[in-house]
Nanobody, 114 residues
Framework: QVQLVESGGGLVQPGGSLRLSCAAS????????MGWYRQAPGKQRELVAR???????NYADSVKGRFTISRDNAKNTVYLQMNSLKPADTAVYFCNSYPSLDSWGQGTQVTVSS
């Protein structure tokens, strides 16, 4: 059972950047593929990026080339660097394993608006 705490969200203008962090508890963190998910009003939660225990990454088409997922296993932390942000990126961002487990953190709000 991994406890997850997301942080780093906020209000940013279109074209701006944010770096999200996900602090995870548990000694087994390093074995999981981890993902960043987001949920916007009126939309389903979607996986936007994932990273394996070995550092292999995968991105949704909507964020490819703009977002970068990374991890620091020694710190039990997953990051999401978000660049060239668009209003369509506005959502609550969550981290979880991939495939996800039914234990979610509170998420962190990202709002992209001028």
């Amino acid at each position: 059972q991994v406890q997850l705490v997301e942080s780093g969200g906020g209000l940013v203008q279109p074209g701006g950047s944010l770096r999200l962090s996900c602090a995870a508890s548990g000694r087994m963190f390093s074995i999981y593929t981890m993902g960043w998910y987001r949920q916007a009003p009126g939309k389903q939660r979607e996986l936007v990026a994932r990273i394996t225990s070995g550092g292999i990454t995968n991105y949704a088409d909507s964020v490819k080339g703009r977002f970068t997922i990374s991890r620091d296993n020694a710190k039990n932390t997953v990051y999401l660097q978000m660049n060239s942000l668009k209003p369509a990126d506005t959502a609550v961002y969550f981290c979880n394993s991939y495939p996800s487990l039914d234990s979610w953190g509170q998420g962190t709000q990202v709002t992209v608006s001028s």
